[in-house]
């Protein structure tokens, strides 16, 4: 009987040694020249430096699992109190970085908060206040006598029969109630029939009609406004649990999309399992899914806010509501590695002092991401204070926005009590009783609805993602809707001071600011299109540059002809912005050349001109300086020089006065395309502030 507690004790540390689950831990090591060092590495460059290294680590790196994620410059490890823990390969790693003349950085990983609805704790019931009506204040009061009633000894005189007294008072309870006055009927709501096309959104989903938050949004005159605009798919990622793309309402979303890294990927991922095959058993992701692209026109479910849309669902929640900052970063990487336009985060990292390198390797995958020109939408949280310590929400910068939540009033923008605030949040959404659709796939299911910053992030992604299909560039997407956001109500309620620094979400006002924004960016592109194709044939450089796209042209014009002085020019240009954000540059250019062509200059030969300008002036220097040279030194032979470069000089000024008198004479033939003109310059002049403030 003895060695019973001693096979129960064994017994014990097996389960407990068998339940022992992996962790990760992050890596980030540099060389001094910013080149990324693989940790597998480290232990063959120690013994190149005849320095032994720690055998049991070095053993360990040659057999885990290290996944590298090029993108966002990281490593994670899978380490296990087993074999090697996060405290020991750490150390391992700064030890040698240190020796080795390396920047390391090395964290185990933590866990971040899935913002779904704040679960209230249970308060204990207090003392219920007397109701209002006086005729039953007298029947309450009888009941803190009847608690001596309830002691173990029994009354001794006849006295306490007194307090049967006040049950007298009962009696009013038997007269007849006053009626109230009937209220009036309320409209009924529009029937639900299979197939019928809701009024306000145009659409046929089943549960449309009860999307009163869209309607309220004009999200049907929305869709129709947007849609002879519609130029392309956007790719949106959303970093949630997972959701299952046999739903009618995701399958039409599902992509396959090419690896930049090489390969592809179909439909989504699952960090946890390292497959495509996602959980769904937490429906968080579902629901944010639900209402930011679910399928519309589908006699199905609800219609989403984006309807052009590929969804790349990338799972960083597991079914028990865990999310590791390994797997979050990972789904960055993922995100760049396939080209997402948007990535809609649902999670967030309140870090600690002792957790500042987590912290910093965080901001390194989000400043990857933000270099890759993926617009990053997060909530602020449901906790009712500031979000400045929180991450992603607090990231900043031209491709990031953060989100509070409102509440349910139509006509007034008001902030949530519970949603977090502060200078941080760049707009505020719908967030309280958001249709996702029923808790069953049948139509006897019950209606299921979200509240919190989660449900107004995936409204305003779904925003991001109506711009980036009519064009938008990513870098004017959060400038335009931050401008066409409504005016926020802090009075109601008093007793909640929460202030953001945006205003609340207008989809239609942002999508009427994007349609003149792509318009006059179109107009823009044709017309400066058609000045290049000009200078391409009175210059006799190659043609193709003329069926090349305007950024292309414009690119390879600079690249052989730079004009260093040109304002705007491409030589100056950040070299990893995008075509498009190119494009915008030359706006700002084609913008003075607009406004030059309507003050008498050559805009239609403006690259000519600006070149010869630029050669006349160097030849003006060269003449000052054999001047000064022949004077200072009396050298008499470079008179014959002197003379030529004057020559030079001569030609290029009369070769300027000559594209002047050529630009005068086109004026005076250009009638059917000055209409054309005025209307671009008036365009690009209306949109040059916002590009400047956006350079700014």
């Given amino acids: ?223 129709q406004r947007a849609l002879p605009y519609v130029t392309r798919k956007a790719k949106v990622a959303v970093m949630d649990s997972g959701i299952n793309f046999a ?98 985060m649902s999670v967030g990292f309140e870090f600690s002092t002792q957790e500042a390198i987590q912290r910093a390797l965080l901001l390194q995958a989000l400043h990857a991401s933000q270099e890759h020109n993926i617009l990053l939408v997060s909530p602020a949280g449901n906790d009712g204070k500031d979000a400045s310590g929180i991450l992603p929400c607090s990231l900043g910068g031209r491709r990031a926005i953060c989100v509070a939540a409102m509440m349910d009033w139509k006509k007034l923008n008001v902030l949530h009590p519970e949603s977090n605030f502060g200078g941080v949040v760049d707009i505020a959404a719908f967030g309280t009783r958001i249709l996702t659709g029923r808790l069953t796939d049948s139509l006897a299911g019950r209606l299921r609805y979200m509240t919190g910053t989660c449900a107004s992030n995936a409204l305003v992604a779904g925003t991001l993602a109506i711009l980036i299909s009519v064009g938008v560039d990513s870098g004017m997407v959060k400038l335009l809707i931050e401008e066409s956001t409504d005016q926020m109500n802090y009075k109601i309620p008093a007793r909640y001071p929460h202030r953001i620094k945006g205003g609340a979400l207008n989809v239609l006002k942002a999508v009427e600011s994007a349609i003149s924004w792509s318009k006059a960016n179109q107009e823009v592109a044709h017309v400066g299109k058609l000045f290049i194709i000009d200078a391409v044939e009175s210059l006799g450089w190659r043609s193709d540059y003329a069926a090349a796209p305007l950024s292309f042209a414009l690119a390879a014009l600079d690249d052989e002809h730079p004009v260093s002085h040109r304002k705007g020019s491409l030589a100056s240009a950040d070299p990893a912005h995008s075509t498009v954000h190119i494009l915008l540059s030359e706006i700002d250019r084609l913008r003075d050349e607009f406004n030059a062509y309507e ?27 054999l001047e000064a040279l022949s004077k200072s030194r009396g050298i008499s032979g470079l008179t014959p020089m002197l003379e030529g470069e004057r020559r030079r000089a001569d030609l290029a000024e009369a070769e300027v006065r000559r594209l002047k008198r050529a630009e005068e004479i086109r004026r005076s033939q250009a009638g059917s395309t000055g209409p054309k003109l005025t209307g671009a310059v008036d365009a690009v002049q209306e949109y040059g502030r916002d590009n400047d403030a956006l350079r700014r």
Wanted: glycine content about 4%; aromatic content about 6%; charged content about 25%.
């Fill in 599 to 625: 003050s008498g200059w050559a805009s239609d030969l403006a690259v000519l001109l600006a070149d010869e300008r630029h050669r006349a002036t160097r030849a003006e220097m060269e003449v000052t300086e």
């Fill in 247 to 344: 739903d009618p309402d995701f399958e039409p979303l599902m992509g396959y999309l090419k690896k930049q890294s090489g390969g592809h990927l179909y439909g989504g991922w699952n960090f946890f399992t390292n497959s495509p095959i996602l959980t769904n058993k937490l429906n968080h992701g579902t629901q944010v899914s639900k209402i930011l692209a679910a399928k519309a026109n589908n006699t199905f479910g609800i219609a989403g806010m984006a309807q052009n849309v590929t969804l790349v669902p990338l799972q960083v929640v597991d079914d028990s509501e865990r999310a590791p900052l390994s797997k979050l970063i990972a789904a960055i990487d993922m995100a760049i590695d396939v080209g997402v336009d948007i990535a809609a």
């Fill in 1 to 223: 009987m003895q060695t019973l507690p001693l096979l129960f004790l064994v017994w014990s540390l097996i389960l407990v040694g068998a339940t022992i689950t992996p962790s990760d831990t992050i890596v980030s090591i540099k060389t001094l020249d910013d080149n990324d060092v693989d940790v597998r590495r480290l232990p063959k460059m120690l013994r190149d430096y005849d320095v032994s290294p720690n055998e049991e680590v070095a053993l360990f790196l040659e057999a885990s699992e290290i996944r590298n994620l090029k993108y966002v410059r990281l490593q994670i490890v899978q380490t296990s109190p087993s074999t090697v823990d996060s405290d020991t390969l750490c150390h391992f790693v700064n030890e040698a970085s240190a020796k080795l003349s390396l920047a390391a950085e090395c964290a185990i990983d933590v866990d971040g908060r899935v913002f779904g609805e704040r679960v209230r704790k249970k308060t204990p019931k207090e003392t219920p206040k007397p109701p209002t009506k006086p005729g039953l204040k007298t029947t309450l009061t009888p009941q803190t006598t009847l608690t001596p009633q309830t002691t173990p000894k029994p009354p001794t005189k006849p006295g306490p029969k007194t307090t049967l007294t006040p049950q007298t008072t009962l009696t009013p309870q038997t007269t007849p109630k006053p009626r109230r006055t009937p209220k009036p009927r309320r409209t009924p709501k529009a029937r639900r029939r299979y197939g019928h096309i809701d009024s306000d959104l145009h659409v046929n989903d089943y549960d449309a009609v009860d999307q009163k938050h869209f309607k309220w949004m004009k999200m049907g005159d929305v869709w």
